[in-house]
């Protein structure tokens, strides 16, 4: 039987050599379809390249394409040992002096000595209250923010530790702990308030089970009632009392409960450390200009790196006339990079309007280059942002200024363009409510009528009121607005027409108050309380459509210059509201553009996607021709096979003839 692969014994025929030789010519479709593949790859490649460095220009972009980015204030303090101090941006550029009269403290009581901290102390409940106590009046007012809480003390917690644990589990505003005096090898506990301030002095009332509520004795012995006598309600030592900050800013005196000040200085947070009463300390208050140098910094750097990366995978290599030997760049030629590069220019050399003294990025310092990179003047631009920050601004970012005083600027979308732009208004945004049927009982009596259960914007909360005669229904809505505080929520407590009004914190259709039960509900709503869903604003945009959901209105207006244009609207007034004046900076269209080419959904993302699907039809291709191939290769070899055969038989043939003829030769 001939061989399939070989060289021939008998004809010397080399069949391999051969089929290798025709299936060469065979497989050239396969080399291609592997160039290509190569090629779509190379470009994936390219692409991801791209893509990183234009979401590092989008990082850049993000810290200039907003107004917010520019109020970048320094707060600087000439003493950091006695205060420090920050800017949120929107403080007034100043120079303050401040001396600081004294820190804020929190109050501290404590116990006598006990012998032995696990014996048992007494039974009964234990009441912490914070508020304000006047020695000169020797009056105690509780803090209305702050609700008394109630912790029960038994046989089973009744020891000095177990009280310290108690107290702390029971989150009451103070926190305890023992302290071993050295003396008896016991321990006095000590209870400090948690927060600073005069405000927040401690008073503790004793519901002895002993029957006496004040003595020595018992669990009365942690008494402590500040307006009462030592030993007769008084039977804590004070070992710090509750302090204010004091300071005095540029001869003005003013006190704050905590070391930490806000709302004295608009825009300015101060942290007080050390008390200095004798000197002043100042307190400067100017833009940061290098915080701004710095982010603009970044945006020339950033471009730079994208402007280099294109560069380089759209570069022709003319080093060599050798096509074979050019290392060309993975997307010369390509569509998609030439259309990047050219938007991407475009929007940095038109001019931005809406500025009165800029019009381009070359008049702060920042200049296109004839290899199209940026290059960055430093004494220029920081000239222009010590003169006119707030064109500055507009130069880079998106700013939105309204005429309406209750009218914001919120944001733009990527089909926004600048303008002017009315705001008219049908219905103004409202809060979700709940108002009683009618008047509540001013007296709440625990375990009959002092729970209830209320539902708000959807989260459920429970409330326990303190139990109590109030004098008037407002003191009864300040108890109920103090249990909402105390339980996380920022729901509002009115008194309408005699009768208590819950209203939701939030604006909209979402916005709604019910009560869904406890032992006060009637006692404090009525039988028949009225809820009222709250509504979201109406109106348009341009004098387009425009979709409101709390207090914020969207232009919804396909094709309208205002096209996601977001604007908030505060206040009840219907009809026209002003106008919004929009002006788009640099920093914000090119990063509308730039997140267009980055996306999911990008440009990028698409023509990969699109890639990809090329490189799996080119795969299938190749297996259908690998499998053709396969065939090809099979069918010659057996021809040649064949052919070998047939020879094989031919030179068997011929040389029983040559035999034959010699021996008829022979013999003639």
Request: glycine fraction near 8%.
């Amino acid at each position: 039987m001939a061989s399939t692969s070989g060289i021939s014994a008998s004809t010397n025929f080399d069949i391999d050599s051969i089929v290798s030789s025709l299936m060469a010519v065979e497989q050239k479709p396969l080399t291609l379809l592997s160039q290509q593949k190569t090629s779509y790859q190379s470009k994936i490649s390219a692409y991801a390249t791209l893509q990183s460095s234009l979401s590092s220009f989008q990082t850049a972009l993000a810290n200039l394409s907003t107004s917010s980015k520019f109020n970048v204030q320094s707060a600087t303090s000439g003493d950091s040992a006695v205060f420090t101090a920050t800017s949120s941006g929107s403080a007034t550029v100043s120079n303050y002096a401040i001396k600081v009269g004294q820190l804020a403290q929190s109050h501290k009581v404590a116990t006598s000595n006990f012998s032995n901290t696990s014996a048992a102390v007494g039974t009964g409940t234990i009441t912490i209250a914070l508020g304000t106590y006047d020695e000169a009046t020797n009056t105690f007012t509780a803090n209305p923010d702050k609700a008394a809480k109630s912790v029960t003390i038994s046989a089973s917690n009744n020891s000095l530790a177990g009280i310290r644990d108690a107290i702390n589990a029971g989150d009451m505003g103070v926190t305890a702990t023992i302290v071993n005096d050295g003396q008896s090898g016991g321990g006095r506990l000590v209870l400090t308030s948690k927060e600073s301030g005069e405000v927040n002095s401690i008073k503790v009332s004793i519901a002895d089970a002993d029957g006496d509520n004040t003595d020595s004795d018992g669990l009365s012995r942690l008494a402590y009632d500040p307006a009462a006598a030592s030993g007769a309600g008084k039977n804590l030592v004070e070992l710090q009392e509750a302090r204010n900050a004091k300071l005095n800013i540029d001869g003005i005196d003013v006190e704050s409960a905590s070391n930490v000040v806000t709302g004295v200085l608009s825009g300015i947070t101060l942290n007080l450390f050390k008390a200095s009463p004798d000197t002043a300390v100042s307190l400067n208050v100017t833009k940061n200009v290098t915080a701004i140098k710095d982010s603009v910094t970044a945006f020339v750097n950033a471009f730079n790196a994208v402007n280099t990366t294109l560069r380089n995978l759209t570069k022709f290599d003319d080093s060599t006339t050798t096509a074979a030997d050019r290392k060309n760049g993975a997307l010369l030629g390509d569509a998609t990079a030439r259309s990047i590069s050219s938007q991407i220019k475009m929007a940095l050399t038109k001019s931005v309007g809406g500025t009165d003294n800029f019009s381009s990025l070359s008049q702060i310092g920042v200049a296109i280059q004839r290899d199209g990179s940026l290059a960055l003047d430093s004494s220029k631009l920081e000239k222009a942002i010590e003169t006119n920050l707030d064109d500055v601004a507009k130069l880079f970012a998106a700013v939105g200024s309204a005429s309406d005083v209750e009218t914001r600027f919120v944001t733009q979308g990527s089909k926004t363009q600048p303008g002017n732009y009315a705001i008219n208004i049908t219905q103004a945004a409202t809060r979700g409510a709940l108002t009683g049927s009618a008047a509540p009982d001013l007296n709440i009596v625990a375990g009959v009528n002092d729970t209830l259960a209320v539902k708000i914007n959807g989260s459920s909360y429970n409330l326990t009121l303190a139990a109590g005669s109030y004098a008037s229904v407002d003191e009864l809505a300040q108890q109920l607005r103090t249990q909402l505080a105390n339980a996380k929520s920022s729901a509002e407590v009115a008194v309408e027409g005699g009768m208590l009004k819950i209203i939701s914190p939030e604006y909209g259709s979402g916005s709604t108050v019910e009560v869904t039960g406890g032992t006060a509900a009637s006692s404090l709503f009525g039988s028949d309380p009225v809820s009222v869903e709250g509504l979201d604003v109406a109106g348009t945009i341009n004098g387009a459509e425009a979709t409101g959901k709390g207090q914020v209105l969207t232009s919804t207006a396909v094709g309208n210059p205002a096209e996601g244009l977001v604007v908030s609207v505060r206040g009840t007034a219907t009809g026209d509201r002003g106008s919004i004046s929009l002006s788009l900076g640099y920093a914000a269209q090119l990063n509308e553009l730039v997140k267009g080419f980055v996306s999911d959904t990008g440009l990028l993302a698409s023509r990969t996607d699109g890639l990809q699907d090329s490189i799996k039809r080119v795969t299938k291709q190749e297996e259908a021709i690998q499998v053709r191939l396969a065939a090809v290769e099979a069918r010659y070899r057996a021809q040649f096979v064949a052919l070998d055969v047939l020879m094989t038989q031919m030179q068997t043939t011929q040389s029983y003839l040559t035999q034959q003829l010699a021996a008829i030769s022979a013999n003639s």
